[in-house]
């Protein structure tokens, strides 16, 4: 079945014949509310345009029950031995009634669909559905109806649908004369088929193109649970930069804590942290400071046999001055590089010969 039309719908009948004009109807809630020849005003109700019948081949096969595109590829197969234009020419649509388990199969020229809704587009129409004229009468169980449409007769059997002309009407019916449909009851059957169309030969390629609606009440509930992630996260972040916060200050006043301890009692406190440095460097001295520049000394004199230091001094600037007594002069040699072996720079002075021993000073150094 195909799309469901409600009251309010313009029902436009396209002309048969070249000089023909075009002709519509108005279904309200009540029936047909209105009539009339032309083009009905614009007034956003949506359109269902009716196809001259004898534009329009009707077909009934039992094709599978699978998505439209797989029906349509079956009917095109079944239409292609029944057709002698080309296939690449025509448009096929295949519907489905309430009755019947054969579906009915519009075949109608590719160029034709294309003229029609070109036509209508350019006097501001776009129909919801195009149904061929004949599917606008019941399906009879047998025989044959038939009914006026304003002046084109198109007749309707149990597989059947095609224009009510003289001399073909007999042919295709085999002499069976057509039920001709009252008025009343014509109308009744054009609002049963205009409300749940049995074939729409809008499909494929000639589908009507709707733009997505945009539900305005989904927006602003999305729109609403993004404040609400993002004020989440904020938040979050918020909590842990506090808590990073917190956590730095309690750092802080526990190093300043130790580094009070660390200071001589009765000395303010201003820097608590550079106090300490200064009072280490006071301490330890400069450089590498007094003991670990007198253990690289003393390490490199007990390397070489027969040297003694006799004297020994340290200054503010990391400086240790040392008098060297060896027994030669390349014990001299010896511990200083034995000395920057260890990484520190070595400033010799001028050594004497005294009584068989010779001294002189090294001045030690941190790079």
Request: net charge negative; proline share 6%; hydrophobic share 45%.
């Given at each position: ?12 009948f ?24 032309g ?19 009707l ?100 597989a ?17 004369a ?29 589908a ?11 927006v ?138 010779i ?9």
């Amino acid at each position: 079945m195909g799309r469901s039309f409600v009251s309010d719908t313009n029902i436009l009948f396209l002309p048969g014949k070249p000089d023909g004009g075009y002709r519509w109807l108005r279904i309200g809630a009540d029936g047909i509310a209105a009539r009339g020849e032309g083009l009905p005003q614009a007034d956003g109700c949506p359109s269902i345009v009716i196809v001259p019948a004898e534009d329009v081949t009707l077909h009934w096969a039992s094709l599978p029950d699978r998505s439209v595109a797989q029906s349509i590829a079956a009917a095109r197969a079944l239409v292609t031995e029944a057709s002698a234009a080309p296939m690449a020419e025509l448009h096929v649509a295949v519907g489905r009634e309430e009755t019947g388990d054969e579906r009915p199969i519009g075949v109608v020229s590719t160029a034709r669909m294309r003229h029609w809704l070109d036509e209508l587009a350019s006097a501001g129409v776009d129909p919801e559905a195009m149904i061929p004229a004949p599917m606008l009468l019941p399906r009879p169980e047998t025989g044959f109806v038939s009914g006026d449409l304003g002046g084109e007769g198109v007749v309707r059997g149990p597989a059947t649908g095609f224009a009510d002309e003289p001399g073909l009407t007999d042919l295709v019916t085999g002499g069976v004369a057509p039920v001709v449909l009252p008025r009343d009851a014509l109308e009744q059957a054009i609002i049963a088929a205009v409300a749940a169309p049995a074939l729409d030969l809008r499909q494929g390629n000639f589908a009507v193109r709707r733009r997505a609606a945009i539900d305005w009440r989904r927006v602003r509930r999305i729109g609403w649970l993004v404040v609400a992630i993002l004020s989440v996260t904020l938040l979050t972040s918020l909590v842990q930069i506090m808590q990073f916060g917190f956590s730095a200050d309690s750092i802080e006043r526990r190093a300043d804590m130790l580094a009070r301890q660390g200071l001589p009692r009765g000395e303010s406190v201003n820097d608590a942290g550079r106090q300490l440095d200064a009072r280490l460097a006071r301490l330890r001295g400069g450089g590498l400071g007094f003991s670990q520049t007198a253990a690289v000394l003393f390490s490199a004199i007990r390397a070489v046999p027969g040297s003694e230091v006799r004297a020994l001094s340290f200054d503010a600037d990391g400086k240790l001055r040392a008098t060297l007594v060896t027994q030669s002069e390349g014990q001299i040699n010896d511990v200083k590089r034995q000395i920057e072996a260890m990484g520190l720079i070595v400033e010799a002075g001028v050594f004497e010969a005294n009584g068989g021993r010779i001294s002189g000073q090294f001045t030690l150094v941190a790079p």
